[in-house]
Structures are given as structure tokens and as C-alpha cells.
């Protein structure tokens, strides 16, 4: 049977922590008293939210509590984006300067298909971020190469999230994240060291990304005392969960 994953409700957060994690077995030989560790389960996302009750207008709190009837004592879950590293110093700053969008063209409520020289045009908002081909291995990392970005500027830093995606279908798409800090040279072009490959080799790239996923509450629903004055807070603690684990996930926005 399924579950229904909400949409995160639209509440100020006071803090955000987005991490992963992966339970580990150790095992001991009683004849060479060598140790081994591997992993025992899969690797999972983890994330806490801190929830100020004025936020949003003061509806912080109301949400909250609307929330927690929702999950049913914790059975259904919410869908997260992550916080990015250095939210506010440099994330914000750099969605409008490092990223672009796809654009769809309508005329009514119809799809507007343009065309150059009988091939599909395709228009973007923002700066065009591409990739000179697929990621090389570098060891047990993997380079990707980028054209397009303002000269001899910090594009990159270590846990940011990328995605590139496929220029003839922007449905297509793959993520991984930076290790290292990545500043582009005379040209406007840079080599990010990933954590996983990519494997698009025609590829639109934006460098300001989040990661996502479905989550449940871990340990009890939060609970909240409202002071005299002044604002509170909720403090969300969440485990991912995944679809093949519940038979399913129903998406669902009560907020829109």
C-alpha cells in the first residue's frame, strides 16, 4: 500500500541541516582479531528543519500543526529540497548568475513548437552553462569540463549540487556534487571534480542546484511550547524513505 509524500509547507526556517547516512556492520575475527566494516544498509538522506511559528506572516505555527495531522503520527512522509552550502551568502546570489531555464512556449493553453532550419529551437532564461562532453575519470573522482561562465570567478565549492541536463530533452537530467572549490580561468571555462559521473555528453549545466527527496519523521511528531512573546519554533527531524520500501508514493500539495 502507498503512502502520500506532501509538499513541504511554505514556513520560515530558522535552520536547515542536510546530510547523509549509512548504518555500518563490524565484524571481528576471533583468530586474527582483524576488524571489518561494511556498510548494512543503504545510504540515506537526512535532514533537520527548524521552523520558526511567526514566519510566513505568522502562520508558521499553523502550518506546522495542519502538517502533523497530515503524516498520520509519522505513516506518510514530505518531500525536501536540501540547503544548499552557504545558503545565504552565496546559493541565492548564484541561482541568478550560474543557472538557466528552459522556457516552454504556449499559444492558449496549446505547446508552441519553434524550429531553425528544421530542427527544434529551444529557448533558456539565465546564463547558458554547457559541457564540452561527458565526465572523465579522475581517479575515483570524475571531471566535467564547463564553457560559459564569467572569467577568473568562484563558480563552485565543495558540496554544492549540478545538474546537467539533456539539451534535446530537458526532462533528462543527472546530479552529482563538487568536491573541490572551482574557479574559472581566462576563458570563462573550468573542470569540476564530481562525486559520480555524467554521463550526458550534450549538456546544459546549472551549478546552483538542490537535491531532493521523500522523507519520514524520525522519533516523535515535534511538539512546541508558545511563549508570552515573541516567536518559537518547531524542530523537524526527518529520515529518508523510499518508494520500494512503502509500495509507492502518492504526491500530493495541499499548500497550492
Known amino acids: 500500500m502507498s503512502i502520500n509524500v506532501f509538499a513541504w509547507p511554505p514556513v520560515g526556517a530558522l535552520g536547515f541541516e542536510w546530510t547523509h547516512g549509512r548504518p555500518v556492520a563490524r565484524l571481528r575475527s576471533m583468530l586474527t582479531g582483524r576488524d571489518q566494516m561494511q556498510a548494512s544498509q543503504r545510504k540515506r538522506r537526512i535532514a533537520t528543519l527548524q521552523v520558526s511559528a511567526l514566519g ?19 505513516i506518510h512522509a514530505v518531500r525536501l529540497r536540501s540547503s544548499p552550502i ?3 551568502r552565496h546559493y541565492r546570489p ?32 539565465g546564463r547558458m552553462v554547457t559541457a564540452s562532453g561527458a565526465s572523465s575519470p579522475q581517479g575515483m573522482w570524475h571531471g566535467l569540463t564547463l564553457s560559459g561562465l564569467p572569467v577568473g570567478t568562484l563558480v563552485a565549492r565543495p558540496g554544492d ?17 563538487v568536491v573541490r ?9 573550468v573542470t569540476l571534480r564530481l562525486d559520480r559521473a555524467i554521463t550526458i555528453s550534450n549538456a546544459r549545466v ?31 527531524s526527518f529520515r529518508e ?7 509507492g508514493f502518492v504526491e500530493r500539495d495541499p499548500w497550492n
Open 241 to 247: 524513505v523510499f518508494a520500494d520500501e512503502v509500495g
Open 161 to 177: 549540487y549540478i545538474r546537467a541536463y539533456e539539451m534535446s530533452d530537458p526532462a533528462v537530467s543527472q546530479m552529482a556534487r
Open 56 to 74: 510566513n506572516g505568522a502562520n508558521g505555527a499553523g502550518f506546522c500543526e495542519i502538517l502533523k495531522d497530515m503524516l498520520d503520527g509519522g
Open 86 to 88: 552557504n545558503w545565504h
Open 206 to 236: 546549472n551549478l546552483a542546484e538542490q537535491d531532493e527527496g521523500a522523507f519520514r519523521v524520525e522519533g516523535g511528531l515535534p511538539r512546541a511550547v508558545q511563549p508570552l512573546s515573541g516567536d518559537w519554533s518547531y524542530t523537524w
Open 94 to 125: 548564484a541561482v541568478n548568475t550560474l543557472n538557466s531555464t528552459s522556457l516552454t512556449w504556449r499559444t492558449g493553453s496549446d505547446p508552441l513548437a519553434w524550429q531553425a532550419s528544421g530542427q527544434p529551437l529551444r529557448w533558456y532564461d
Open 181 to 189: 572549490p572551482a574557479t574559472t580561468d581566462a576563458a570563462g571555462a
